[in-house]
Structures are given as structure tokens and as C-alpha cells.
């Protein structure tokens, strides 16, 4: 009789079941298929993306907080107009001489001071007693302003091209100079003991397993001294130029040229970018071989 019972309350149950609605495994569908991939998809949209959306958003909140009146124009442009000076001065030429003015000055004295400083870093980290009698001299420069020096700059070779490419150097070639030496010294020792138990001469040795072991430390040297040369250009045509994006900056605060003052710091935000961009593609080719 038992049995009997848990029989019929079982099939009552069962019977009191109803099958799921189409609506309702329909929906369940949809939101599976919404799901984790496309949440996925569009958070990392999002994060990719935030930081263009940042700028669009304090571009649109400027340009609306001078158009109301907050922002006293003396002091401060507005992207539009920005912009549309930008393309006055592009149209004109004035901005592409200057532009072409500073980059001859740049390219120059960081070309000179790239040469030098990887030549000099790996003396001085290969041999150490010429890396120690130097260092103090290295170690005094990378604790001065480079700029400092401008007005004995002046003194030894005019405000001519010259005066320019020597402060690009000199801001230039000393951090590529430290990293370079620190690239060599931090080489592991193993390498250089297995290439001599292979017979290789010590300037064999150099070529082939210093230099290579030291790329990362120069390509850092190189990047940081970009930046370093790019501030010593600019300081120097603000100075003692008659051209360049510093002279052109310089001279439009000088007349409260707010508009051409933002195109021409623009203008070198951009030329840094470039550089830099340039070098960090440099850096993937040579460094290409120790990732794989």
C-alpha cells in the first residue's frame, strides 16, 4: 500500500510539472548568446579605446568652457581655433620652415651624440679602469642641466647652427653614454667565458657578445636621450636662434599670440611622439631575435 502511495504522489508531482515555455527558452537563449563573448568584446572595446575617448571628452569640455566665456582668451585658446590656425600657418609655410629648422638642428646633434655615446659607453664599460677614471666627469654632467651651459656655448661658437647642434649633443650624449656602459657591465659573465674557451680574442668577444648583449640597455639610452636633446634644441632656438619651433614659440608669447603659442607646442608634443615612435620600432627590429 506504501508503494502504492509514493507511486500516485510521484505521478501527481510529475503531472503537476508544466513544461518550460517557448517564450521563456527563447529568452534564456538570447541571453546566453549575449552573453560572456559579446561583454567581452565590448569591454574590450572600452579599454582600448578609453584613452582616445578621454581626449575627445576634455577637448569637447574646453572648447564648451570657452565658448561660455570662462576662459579668459589672453590665456588660453580654444581647440577650433587652434586647429584652424594650425592650417593658416601650414597653408602659409611658416610652420613647415620652422618644423624643418629644428628638426636639421635636431637630427644633427642627436646623430652626433647617438655615435659618440655608444662608442664611448662601450669602452667604458668594457674596460673598467677607463670607466672608473670617467665616471666622475659622467656622473657631474647627469647631475647638470645641460642648459646651464648654453651661455658658455654662445661664447665658444656664436648663436649660429653650431650652438644649436652642440647643446642637442651635449644634452643628448650622456645618457646614452651611462646606459650603454651599464648595458655592457651587466653582460653575464658565463657568455664571455664560453666565447673564450671557444678561442675567441677579446675584440672578438666585444663585437660579438657585448654589443649584442647590450642593444636594450642602448636602445633605453637612446630613448631617454631623445628626450633629453629634444628640451636642449628647443631651449636653445628660444634663446639664440632666428628660427625654429623655440623661436616661433618664443616670439608668439612674446606678441600674446596665445593661438600660435598652443600650434607651436603642439607641434612639438607631436615631433616627440614621432621620435620616440620611430625608435621604439628600431628597438622591436633589433631586439626581434631575443624575443623568439
Not at 587652434?82 to 644633427?108: A, C, E, W
Not at 603642439?266 to 628597438?283: C, D, P, Q, W
Amino acid at each position: 500500500m506504501n508503494s502504492i502511495k509514493i507511486r500516485e504522489s510521484a505521478s501527481e508531482s510529475y503531472g503537476s510539472m508544466k513544461p518550460p515555455d517557448r517564450n521563456t527558452r527563447s529568452e534564456a537563449q538570447d541571453n546566453r548568446k549575449v552573453g560572456p563573448g559579446k561583454r567581452k568584446r565590448s569591454d574590450g572595446f572600452l579599454l582600448n579605446h578609453i584613452g582616445a575617448m578621454t581626449v575627445v571628452v576634455v577637448l569637447a569640455v574646453w572648447e564648451m568652457l570657452y565658448r561660455s566665456g570662462m576662459i579668459n582668451p589672453i590665456f588660453l585658446s580654444s581647440p577650433i581655433r587652434i586647429i584652424k590656425v594650425g592650417y593658416q600657418l601650414t597653408q602659409s609655410g611658416v610652420l613647415l620652415d620652422n618644423l624643418l629648422f629644428t628638426l636639421g638642428n635636431f637630427f644633427v646633434g642627436f646623430g652626433l651624440a647617438a655615435v659618440l655615446g655608444i662608442f664611448v659607453g662601450l669602452l667604458m664599460g668594457w674596460y673598467r679602469p677607463l670607466g672608473k677614471a670617467l665616471d666622475p666627469f659622467l656622473t657631474a654632467m647627469l647631475g647638470t642641466p645641460r642648459i646651464v651651459l648654453l651661455p658658455l656655448i654662445t661664447l665658444w661658437v656664436g648663436v649660429g647652427f653650431s650652438s644649436k647642434v652642440l647643446v642637442v649633443f651635449i644634452a643628448g650624449v650622456f645618457p646614452i653614454i651611462l646606459n650603454t656602459m651599464t648595458g655592457v657591465r651587466n653582460l653575464d659573465p658565463n657568455l664571455t667565458r664560453v666565447a673564450g674557451c671557444f678561442g675567441a680574442s677579446a675584440i672578438q668577444t666585444f663585437i660579438t657578445v657585448a654589443l649584442p648583449g647590450s642593444l636594450p640597455q642602448i636602445v633605453s639610452g637612446l630613448r631617454v636621450g631623445i628626450g633629453q636633446s629634444l628640451v636642449g634644441v628647443i631651449a636653445a632656438e628660444m634663446f639664440v636662434s632666428t628660427g625654429g619651433i623655440g623661436y616661433f614659440v618664443a616670439q608668439s608669447s612674446a606678441n600674446f599670440n596665445i593661438d600660435r603659442v598652443f600650434v607651436g607646442i603642439i607641434v612639438i608634443v607631436m615631433m616627440g611622439m614621432a621620435i620616440t615612435s620611430s625608435v621604439k620600432l628600431l628597438e622591436t627590429r633589433l631586439l626581434k631575435h631575443r624575443m623568439d
